[in-house]
């Protein structure tokens, strides 16, 4: 497999996590978001909306999305599963996850950044708010939702922590006070700091160490 990813992606992070708690060797392909490398027509031709993740799984168009990709990842690879047992508590837990993926992280991506400042005029004061605004929604969200222990749901990894642990990740990076959040903060170090997790994290990266 082929993935091809940003060091400092949060999405792309979600399938570094994903393949190391599965197991999965791999060949990372760094494209740089900050140059552009995400709207060559080269890459286009392996994500056509110009993002990463993508997974080249050997035959077909690469994979893209990255909840699609975990759970093509979770159904390919079972072994350790990423979602609990019953329709119930994986509808739980994919809530949670998608909180971080749908109403999280659309909203705070370099291309809405790049859009409220070169479109709207708006100021680096005003793009770090509205920043700071909607992870502070979606982690109040899950302050709520997830256990005192560690992990999103039930005591051991789920899906719901491969996507939440990248997240807090990013908004410490920058600078979003996270005070009001400790059971956020509890699986981030907890689950952070598990190899699998601790691993894919942007500074273990080779590209870190030059940009
Ligand atoms: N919904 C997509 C979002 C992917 C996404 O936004 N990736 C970001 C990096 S975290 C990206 O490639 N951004 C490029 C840009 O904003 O120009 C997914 O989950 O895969």
Same mark, same amino acid.
């Given at each position: 497999?082929?993935?091809?990813?940003f060091?400092?992606?949060?999405?792309?992070?979600?399938?570094?996590?994903?393949?190391?708690?599965k197991?999965?060797?791999?060949?990372?392909?760094?494209?740089?978001?900050l140059?552009?490398?995400?709207s060559?027509?080269?890459?286009?031709?392996?994500? $056509?909306?110009?993002?990463?993740?993508?997974?080249?799984? !050997?035959?077909?168009? $690469?994979?893209?999305?990255?909840?699609?990709?975990?759970?093509?990842?979770?159904?390919?690879?079972?072994?350790? $599963?990423?979602?609990?047992?019953?329709?119930?508590?994986?509808?739980?837990?994919?809530?949670?996850?998608?909180?971080?993926?749908?109403?999280?992280? $659309?909203?705070?991506?370099?291309?809405?950044?790049?859009?409220?400042?070169?479109?709207?005029?708006?100021?680096?004061?005003?793009?770090?708010?509205?920043?700071?605004?909607?992870?502070?929604? !979606?982690?109040?969200?899950?302050?709520?939702?997830?256990?005192?222990?560690?992990?999103?749901?039930?005591?051991?990894?789920?899906?719901?922590?491969?996507?939440?642990?990248?997240?807090?990740?990013?908004?410490?990076?920058?600078?979003?006070?996270?005070?009001p959040?400790?059971?956020?903060?509890?699986?981030?170090d907890?689950?952070?700091?598990?190899?699998?997790?601790?691993?894919?994290h942007?500074?273990?990266?080779?590209?870190?160490?030059?940009?």
């Amino acid at each position: 497999m082929r993935l091809y990813h940003f060091f400092r992606s949060s999405a792309a992070y979600r399938i570094r996590i994903a393949l190391n708690l599965k197991g999965v060797e791999r060949e990372q392909v760094p494209v740089d978001l900050l140059a552009g490398e995400q709207s060559l027509p080269g890459y286009r031709e392996a994500n $056509p909306q110009g993002m990463v993740p993508a997974l080249d799984i !050997g035959h077909g168009a $690469p994979l893209t999305q990255s909840l699609a990709i975990l759970e093509y990842l979770e159904e390919r690879f079972p072994e350790p $599963p990423m979602l609990p047992r019953s329709a119930e508590e994986r509808a739980r837990v994919r809530a949670m996850a998608q909180i971080v993926v749908s109403d999280i992280h $659309p909203l705070v991506t370099l291309r809405v950044m790049r859009q409220l400042s070169e479109q709207f005029q708006a100021s680096q004061a005003a793009v770090d708010a509205w920043l700071r605004h909607w992870m502070h929604e !979606g982690f109040t969200a899950l302050e709520q939702m997830i256990g005192d222990d560690g992990h999103c749901f039930g005591g051991r990894t789920t899906l719901a922590d491969v996507c939440l642990v990248p997240q807090v990740v990013s908004a410490r990076h920058f600078g979003v006070p996270l005070d009001p959040f400790p059971r956020v903060c509890k699986v981030a170090d907890l689950c952070g700091s598990l190899p699998a997790f601790a691993m894919a994290h942007p500074s273990r990266q080779p590209e870190a160490g030059h940009q």
